[in-house]
C-alpha cells in the first residue's frame, strides 16, 4: 500500500515512520509512505498556506490552490488512492474503520491545520473525512499518526502468523486480560498459580474469563454489542447468580424487614 500525507510539518513525521511495527512494515515494502509538504505546492513569494475566512472571525483557513496542486500531485502517484481529511468533524476511528481503510489500494490523509481547510476541497477532493474522538487537538498531524499506525498494523503480511492470530481470535471484541512476566514475585505479589501451571488449557480459561471480567467492570459497553458464545454466557450467569445472591441477602436485612436487624 502506498500512504501519502500531506502537511505543512512534513518533519513531524520522521521519527514516527522510524519505529517499531510501523519500521518494520515499511522496511519490509508492506506499505510505502511519504509526507508532502503542502508548502512546497504555493506559489507565492512567502508560501502562504492559509487566509482570513470569509465573513470575519478569528483564526484562519487553509488556501485551497495550494491543497488542491497537492492532493493532484499525491493521485497522480497513488493510482486508485482514497483521499482522507483529518478533521474533528469525520467519522470516529474504530477498529472496523482501520480495517476499511487498510483494504484501499493507497490513502492520501490530508491534515487540516488553523480552523480548517476551505469547504470547496472539502467538496471536490475528499473521498473521507476521519477523526480520531471527541476532544480537541491542534492539527490533523497526530491524527493521521494515529490512523495510519492502526491501518499499517491491519496490512497483509504485517504482523507475524502469531501476532495475526491472536488479533483474529475469539477474544476480539473483549477487553485483554492482564499480563505477568518474570520475577515470579515482585513487590510482595505474586503470579496467579495456574499461569505456572503448565496446563495450557487451563490456562486459556483463565484468560478468557479475565478478559471477560476486565470487560464487564471497564467497558459493558462492548459486552452489550458483542455476540456472547455458550461458555462465555455460562460463566456470566454464574456472576450474575452470585450478584443476585448478595442482594437477596441484603433485601433480608433492610431496616423494615421482619426477618433483619433493628
Ligand atoms: C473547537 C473549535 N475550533 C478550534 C478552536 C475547531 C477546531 C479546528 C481545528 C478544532 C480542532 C482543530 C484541529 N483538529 C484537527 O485537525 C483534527 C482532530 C481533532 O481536533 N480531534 C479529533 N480528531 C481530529 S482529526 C483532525
Redesign the pocket.
Known amino acids: 500500500m502506498q500512504i501519502a500525507v500531506l502537511t505543512i510539518f512534513p518533519t513531524m513525521f520522521d521519527l514516527f515512520w522510524e519505529y517499531g511495527i510501523v519500521r518494520r512494515a515499511i522496511a519490509d515494502g508492506h506499505v510505502q509512505t511519504e509526507a508532502m509538504d503542502i508548502r512546497a505546492f504555493t506559489d507565492d513569494r512567502h508560501h502562504v498556506t492559509d487566509d482570513r475566512p470569509y465573513g470575519g472571525g478569528c483564526?484562519m483557513v487553509m488556501k485551497p490552490e495550494p491543497l488542491a496542486r497537492a492532493i493532484e500531485t499525491a493521485r497522480q502517484r497513488i493510482e486508485g488512492g482514497l483521499t482522507v481529511l483529518?478533521?474533528?468533524q469525520?467519522d470516529k476511528l474504530s477498529q472496523q474503520t482501520a480495517a476499511g481503510l487498510a483494504r484501499q489500494r493507497g490513502l492520501i490523509f490530508i491534515?487540516?491545520?488553523?480552523?480548517?481547510v476551505d469547504a470547496r476541497i472539502v467538496r471536490r477532493h475528499v473521498d473521507y473525512e476521519?477523526?480520531?474522538?471527541?476532544?480537541?487537538?491542534?492539527?490533523?498531524e497526530v491524527?493521521a499518526m494515529v490512523a495510519m499506525d492502526a491501518v499499517i498494523r491491519l496490512l497483509p503480511g504485517v504482523l507475524g502468523g502469531a501476532e495475526s492470530a491472536a488479533r483474529d481470535s475469539f477474544s476480539d471484541g473483549l477487553l485483554e486480560h492482564e499480563h505477568y512476566t518474570r520475577p515470579r514475585e515482585f513487590e510482595d505479589q505474586t503470579v496467579p498459580e495456574v499461569l505456572l501451571s503448565g496446563n495450557h488449557e487451563a490456562i486459556a480459561r483463565w484468560r478468557h474469563r479475565m478478559s471477560l471480567i476486565e470487560t464487564l467492570l471497564r467497558r459493558p459497553d462492548l459486552l452489550e454489542r458483542r455476540r456472547l458464545d455458550e461458555r462465555e454466557q455460562r460463566i456470566l450467569r454464574q456472576w450474575s447468580q452470585i450478584l443476585e445472591r448478595i442482594l437477596r441477602h441484603q433485601a433480608a436485612h433492610r431496616p423494615d424487614s421482619l426477618s433483619g436487624r433493628q
Open positions: 483564526g483529518m478533521s474533528p469525520g491534515c487540516g491545520r488553523y480552523e480548517g476521519l477523526s480520531i474522538g471527541d476532544y480537541v487537538l491542534s492539527g490533523g491524527a
